[in-house]
């Protein structure tokens, strides 16, 4: 089944042409109208009820043809604007947070999730090393002085998860006026120690993007990850992270439950956030999630939970056929770039499609044990796509 993807508007995303979510909506969708003015921030593709995918053929939403959900959501992001400082509750809060509030916490679900950069990609993850945090916060007195001696005095005595804690809630937890007193100061006294610490341009333009938004003085104590394409990183449940820009392939559990506290319009629930976020440190190097190759072909991103997993496809053009091993569930391919002819089966019998840039097609459960992509006419571009599916190649 080929399917039409679900656009979504958000305004952190990238305007016109310049989005990679457009511009594979121009090539997945013949009726898609480009807006110049308009920002694209999301495709998604899947069953959940905020953006379910359409089936090309018949129009009938992919949810109503599977009579049921799948359990991940597939996504494209092309990010302009950063994100908000977030955390996805766990299962367990996911249920409480739905009940309680379900206008804001849309579904029961938990969400880790995995972005794999598509281009150059930036993104706040975790908290830092304390050792560091405590020496940002001595080098940046505005920030210092903003925490207090109380606080930073702690975090003094005992660089650990508990005194960053101390550090980051008496941060989250300070009045707007006071927080954009110090980051303007920042902004105007210690320039050469954000040249020197290589925060200066990420601090301007969040800055400009967010004014005086607690948000700017995180990147004082989270990682700053710097993605080449192919890279990924993964979001268990309560890790802070914030996406800053860039385009990625995103893929989580089937659920849009967030938890926010800054660079955002949207609600801000900082309380919550404080509850659940993991204060654990981490160096940065350690946050960048490596696949698992399993020939010149094709790489899987494996994460630790049994909602979903990526499949990288990447065929030569002069390759003539490669078949994919697959196991019996449904999942989704998105074409990034070249074509080739998918040859599958399905309930109704052998299928074949050729598939370019921007096809997004439900690969079903009827076509394992393979899938086999064979050379398209004329086509001398290498081939490139990605698959969600669920995570059976985890070990229980």
């Known amino acids: 089944m080929e399917l039409t993807g679900w656009v979504k508007n958000y305004d952190w995303g990238r305007r016109g042409i310049n989005s990679a979510v457009a511009q594979l909506a121009m090539a997945n969708d013949p009726d898609f109208r480009l807006n110049e003015e308009e920002p694209y921030a999301e495709m998604w593709m899947g069953t959940h009820v905020c953006g379910v995918s359409v089936v090309k053929e018949t129009g009938e939403t992919l949810d109503r ?12 992001l092309s990010i302009n604007k950063a994100l908000s400082i977030q955390v996805h509750p766990n299962k367990c809060e996911a249920e409480r947070l739905h009940k309680e509030r379900p206008e804001i916490y849309k579904d029961p679900n938990h969400k880790p999730e ?95 993007d967010f004014p005086g938004d607690v948000g700017v003085l995180s990147l004082f104590f989270l990682n700053l990850i710097r993605l080449q394409p ?30 926010r506290a800054g660079l955002t319009p949207k609600y801000k629930d900082v309380d919550q956030l404080l509850n659940s976020v993991i204060f654990d440190s981490a160096e940065n190097e350690r946050k960048t999630f490596i696949p698992y190759r399993i020939d010149e072909q094709v790489q899987v991103y494996i994460p630790p939970v049994s909602d979903f997993a990526v499949i990288n496809v990447n065929i ?45 097609v439900y690969i079903p459960v009827e076509a394992a044990p393979e899938i086999e992509f064979a050379q398209a006419e004329d086509c001398d571009e290498d081939f490139s796509g990605y698959i969600a599916t669920s995570n059976y190649f985890r070990v229980p």
Do not use: W
């Not at 043809?65 to 494209?76: I, P, R, W």
């Not at 009045?175 to 040249?195: G, H, N, R, V």
């Not at 992270?241 to 559990?253: N, P, Q």
């Not at 989704?332 to 997004?360: H, P, W, Y």
């Open 65 to 76: 043809v599977l009579k049921q959900d799948l359990s991940y959501l597939f996504k494209v």
């Open 230 to 259: 192919g890279q990924a990183i993964y979001l268990g449940a309560n890790e802070i992270h914030a996406y800053l820009d860039g385009d990625c392939v995103e893929c989580m559990a089937c659920s849009d439950n967030v938890i």
């Open 316 to 360: 030569d053009h002069s390759l003539e056929s490669y078949k994919l091993a697959i196991q019996a569930f449904g999942s989704i391919l998105i074409v990034l770039k070249g074509s080739r002819t998918l040859k599958l089966k399905t309930k109704d019998g052998n299928k074949a499609i050729v598939v370019t840039r921007g096809s997004i």
């Open 114 to 208: 995995l972005a794999i950069a598509l281009t150059p990609f930036l993104a706040l993850v975790g908290f830092q090393p304390a050792s560091d945090i405590r020496d940002y916060i001595d080098e940046f007195q505005p920030l210092s002085k903003l925490i207090g001696a109380e606080a930073v005095d702690k975090l003094h005595e005992s660089p650990d998860g508990q005194s960053v804690k101390l550090c980051y809630e008496k941060l989250m937890k300070t009045e707007e006026s006071e927080i954009a007193k110090c980051i303007s100061e920042i902004a105007k006294d210690y320039q050469k120690e954000l040249k020197s610490n290589d925060l200066l341009e990420v601090f301007t333009k969040i800055n400009k």
